[in-house]
């Protein structure tokens, strides 16, 4: 996720340009650079340096030339190539007389990679975004114009964009265009603005307007058209702006654990994005490790703490299921101090959002030094454990604010289970037919979690019904199982409740003891393989009084007969099912939070990164 923002007919862009990268920082900061044109060329500048990015950019933009030309912005979150200067947009192309800004990814880079580079272009960068302004180089060269030559480069791509495009050749013009990233536009008083965000237009206009998908607009000073790829003119859609700027950084939620939980099908979705080539194989090209590395391997180590643990939980089953590796899954800070075995055929994936939680990146350190291949799954990109592993897998989620993590539990998930298809690809234990068939069900996954979403007001309807309730059980089987663990860690950490997950046909061996009226136990009933024996613990708990919360997939009439309060979810492959189920309680534990008074972003004695032990 990266930001940008550009403006045309405005005499000090510059200073414009840097506060609406500010208020984009959010959406990453690994770099950030601007180009404007002036006196008929491209004047570029771009810094990298993490939190500081914009901050120097300040410094190298302080003698830049002005002018009411086109002038555009960017902050970058690093998916392809480090976050180097090289690597910071705008990106030109061959002449230097045209630079772009892109946030999203390009899925066919490589293709078009090689063949600009086979009719003589020269790549700069390790982006997957340089792509597309030496392509409409290619286009202005034979005679198009810059809006034209745009159109047909966006036809010829697969994946995600928001881009703007900006050409010496037409000083005033901005280009702008996106596909499933969103782009909003701007026009006031003679300037006429666009940003990858509200927040970056809110200081400067009250007259914000939406780009809707395959759309491009033209930007001109004070005015603006927009057309569809195909070039039919469209009527821009304004939208009523009421927010301040730091609502509008929310993008209009109370708060950024809601808005977190509501781009999750964002974030799923970008975490396949870019993972098949052209004959349908995965290929999971940043991972650094070979093939002929991991085809050496016979065991899995999976090492995490608290949410990130869960998501490695869910990955054992799905690992073990498709790839007939055994798969340990550890505490980080459990595995550091016993003697776990494992050596040079062993790998270690140490899964965690921020890349730099201290218990886990020792436990990778230690799994180095016992020999073992260690992975990093990371959503931070060269974070420290990114850097220090031999291999890393990105989560693409975005940033994190919310203390509480949601939308990058759904990404791990994702990225573990792709890491477990990958493996049984290489080493031949499942037919590319069934890798296919799961890998349909993951492009399916954006659509049914957010489906899942617009149901929240059935899950406020049960949480407003268990305000007084003060003991949770949270039980599952099988992949049900860390759903049920994070249900009760995510209730316990945002509304102070006592929650328990545990697996339930455990319950019986002792906590079975707790059960008494007014006990709260909410079950993963979704039809995996142990579903009627989950049904048989359901009674077990219901005939001692529980209050009886299930989840259950749509249409399951004998699941919801035998509960108080049903959590509907669309049903899914078994293995993917926790990427689903997680959702109604992930809400669940926000609105409890809410209704008694706590503040979901900020949850009392806990840190975004543990970097203590
Ligand atoms: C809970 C939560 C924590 C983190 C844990 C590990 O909502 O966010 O349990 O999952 O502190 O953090 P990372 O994933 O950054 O290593």
Redesign the pocket.
């Known amino acids: 996720m990266c930001g940008i923002i550009g403006v045309t007919g405005e005499a000090d862009a510059v200073p414009l340009l840097l506060g609406g990268l500010h208020q984009l920082e959010y959406r990453g900061y690994d770099s950030a650079g601007v180009a404007l044109v002036a006196d008929g060329a491209i004047w570029r500048a771009r810094a990298a340096g993490g939190t500081d990015s914009v901050a120097k950019l300040g410094e190298l933009t302080a003698g830049a030339p002005n002018g009411h030309a086109a002038a555009i912005g960017h902050t970058r979150w690093a998916t392809h190539g480090s976050p180097t200067e090289e690597n910071a947009h705008p990106h030109t192309d061959c002449t230097g007389r045209l630079a772009l800004i892109h946030n999203g990814i390009i899925e066919n880079h490589a293709e078009l990679r090689a063949e600009l580079e086979a009719s003589g272009h020269t790549l700069a960068s390790d982006t997957d975004t340089e792509v597309m302004a030496h392509l409409i180089e290619a286009q202005m060269a034979g005679g198009a114009s810059l809006p034209d030559a745009t159109r047909t480069v966006l036809g010829r791509l697969r994946g995600s964009f928001s881009v703007a495009v900006i050409s010496a050749d037409e000083p005033d013009t901005i280009v702008a265009a996106c596909r499933l990233t969103p782009l909003v536009l701007g026009l006031h008083d003679g300037m006429t603005l666009l940003a990858s965000d509200i927040p970056a237009l809110i200081g400067h206009t009250r007259r914000v307007f939406t780009l809707a998908d395959d759309q491009l607009a033209v930007l001109t000073p004070g005015a603006l058209t927009v057309t569809t790829l195909d070039g039919e003119p469209v009527e821009p859609v304004e939208r009523a702006i009421t927010w301040d700027v730091e609502a509008a950084q929310k993008g209009g939620y109370e708060d950024f654990m809601s808005k977190e939980i509501e781009e999750q099908p964002v974030a799923v979705r970008d975490t396949l994005l870019d993972r098949r080539g052209a004959g349908g194989e995965l290929i999971l090209d940043e991972m650094r490790l070979g093939a002929d590395e991991l085809r050496d391997i016979d065991k899995v180590f999976i090492v995490?703490?608290?949410?990130?643990y869960h998501a490695a939980l869910v990955a054992k089953y799905a690992i073990e299921h498709w790839v007939k590796l055994p798969t340990e899954v550890d505490i980080a800070s459990e595995f550091r101090y016993r003697d776990p075995v494992l050596n040079e055929r062993t790998l270690c994936v140490g899964v965690?959002?921020?890349g730099e939680?201290l218990d886990?990146a020792e436990a990778m350190r230690e799994a180095a030094r016992l020999g073992a291949k260690v992975l990093a799954v990371s959503n931070v990109v060269d974070s420290s454990m990114a850097r220090a592993a031999d291999g890393v897998l990105y989560t693409r989620a975005g940033p994190e604010i919310g203390?509480?993590?949601t939308k990058t539990h759904l990404a791990q998930i994702l990225a573990l289970e792709l890491l477990g298809l990958y493996l049984a690809q290489l080493l031949g234990t499942q037919p590319a037919a069934a890798i296919d068939g799961v890998f349909d069900h993951m492009e399916r996954l954006p659509d049914l979690v957010a489906d899942t979403l617009r149901r929240a007001d059935d899950v406020d309807d049960v949480a407003a019904k268990l305000t007084d309730a003060r003991d949770f059980f949270f039980l599952g089987r099988h992949v049900g199982f860390p759903v049920a663990l994070e249900g009760a860690?995510?209730l316990k950490?945002l509304a102070y409740l006592r929650a328990e997950g545990y697996p339930a046909g455990e319950l019986k061996h002792g906590p079975i003891a707790l059960i008494e009226p007014g006990t709260v136990v909410v079950a993963i009933a979704t039809r995996n393989r142990l579903w009627e024996k989950m049904l048989s613990n359901v009674a077990e708990v219901r005939s001692r009084g529980a209050t009886m919360v299930l989840l259950a997939e749509d249409g399951d009439e004998e699941t919801a007969a035998a509960a108080d309060h049903v959590l509907w979810v669309p049903p899914t492959d078994p293995l993917l099912s926790p990427v689903v189920g997680v959702v109604p309680l992930q809400q669940l534990a926000y609105r409890l939070a809410r209704l008694h008074g706590h503040d979901p972003d900020r949850p009392r004695n806990l840190a975004k990164?543990?970097t203590v032990e």
Do not use: F, I, N, R
Request: glycine share 6%.
């Open positions: 995490a703490c608290g949410t990130s965690s959002q921020s939680t886990t203390v509480a993590s860690l995510k950490e990164t543990v």
